[in-house]
């Protein structure tokens, strides 16, 4: 150990003649210690809030939806089968997406109706925690599984958000009647298209705008309700890493060519994400100043030491230490004060960080 470390250490634990000087060395390293603490909890609350809202995100949507220029998607059995062998695509699915009202009794509600298959839907989403039922009740086999009453066997099933469900007052095995924007035409007129579904499923997602918005039908009951034959609004497609996006998509674009084109889910989140990067850059700058103003506290503290100490500076001069040595002393106790209040701090945030879920 060094002459330098050691008279260090002796001023830290000597008793002073200035006790403002002693609580001022505390402040600081208190100051320390919050500023670490905070910093580490600060990034943790908000990483972990980042993560939480993207789950919530790709549990709803896909990674990647590949669409068709010209309008809805013609032979999608083939491009599916075109994109399956594309490096780094795990699962993909039809879907169908329109915009529509949900009727249930004097209730009416503006729902995003989307139709996916339900044998394959679940390899590509997850819509969260069922509440009741199941998404694969949209099949036929699985309303036949459900034993509805004779009335309701040959009903087609819908899965509602559970705000949704809340909002209109409907109920498992409830019926309601769906009513599309785009109409019939009939000799008296156009007339809106509409269907009565039995509820099959209530989920939650978590997410409020999903839960109050979403409802789930089959892919072949959309496609007949909506008039489109065989043909779906695109596919859905599920991939092994999320980062990856923007380069399979663009392999995928590559590969099927012109009318096709594919978007990853940081293009269709772009605004919100950078909205949670910018709002974490920002309280990194807030709480790094905290550290900042401890880190003069301490600049502080080592000027009233050296002017406490000026006649033990003399002795060590006199003993012939150099004027490096001396400023290597209190600069050795600066080092020492932040040391400490950082080892302290990142103990905190870490033990808080650690436990914020149960707290």
């Known amino acids: 150990m060094s002459y330098e470390f050691f008279v260090s250490l002796r001023y ?9 000087v002693s609580i001022i060395t505390f402040i600081s390293m208190a100051g320390i210690l919050l500023g670490v603490a905070a910093l580490i ?9 980042e993560k939480e809202l993207r789950d919530k995100i790709l549990g709803i949507n896909a990674h990647i939806i590949l669409m068709e220029y010209t309008g809805p998607m013609k032979d999608h059995e083939r491009v599916k089968a075109q994109i399956t062998g594309i490096p780094g695509v795990v699962a993909s699915t039809p879907f169908i997406y329109s915009q529509a009202m949900l009727k249930n009794g004097d209730s009416v509600s503006g729902i995003v109706l989307r139709g996916l298959s339900p044998g394959d839907a679940r390899d590509v989403i997850n819509l969260g925690r069922m509440m009741e039922g199941r998404l694969e009740n949209l099949s036929v086999q699985g309303r036949s599984e459900m034993r509805l009453p004779k009335p309701l066997a040959d009903v087609p ?27 019939i035409a009939t000799p008296m007129g156009m ?26 039908i089959a892919l072949a009951d959309s496609q007949e309700f909506l008039g489109l034959g065989d043909q779906v609004t695109g596919i859905e497609i599920k991939i092994n890493d999320i980062y990856q996006a923007r380069e399979i998509a663009g392999a995928i674009e590559k590969k099927l060519g012109y009318p096709y084109w594919a978007r990853d889910w940081m293009k269709m989140n772009r605004n919100l994400f950078a909205a949670l990067r910018l709002e974490k850059r920002v309280m990194f700058i807030i709480v790094g100043l905290i550290v900042l103003v401890a880190g003069f506290n301490i600049i502080c503290t080592l000027i009233m030491v ?14 012939g230490a150099s004027a490096k040595s001396i400023m290597k002393i209190f600069m050795l106790q600066g080092v020492i004060i932040g040391g400490i209040g950082t080892l302290l701090g990142t103990v905190t945030g870490l033990t808080v960080a650690w436990n914020i879920g149960p707290i």
């Open 12 to 20: 830290l634990r000597a008793r002073r003649k200035q006790v403002f």
């Open 41 to 49: 909890i600060v990034l943790a609350v908000m990483n972990g809030f």
């Open 157 to 183: 099933g819908i899965v509602l958000g559970k705000e949704l469900a809340r909002h209109v007052g409907a109920f498992l095995h409830d019926t309601v009647h769906i009513v599309s924007p785009q109409g």
């Open 191 to 216: 007339v809106p298209r509409m269907k009565k579904f039995v509820v099959v499923g209530i989920f939650e997602s978590g997410f409020y705008e999903y839960d109050s918005t979403l409802a789930y």
């Open 306 to 319: 050296v002017m406490e100490k000026t006649k033990d500076i003399a002795i060590l001069k006199s003993m």
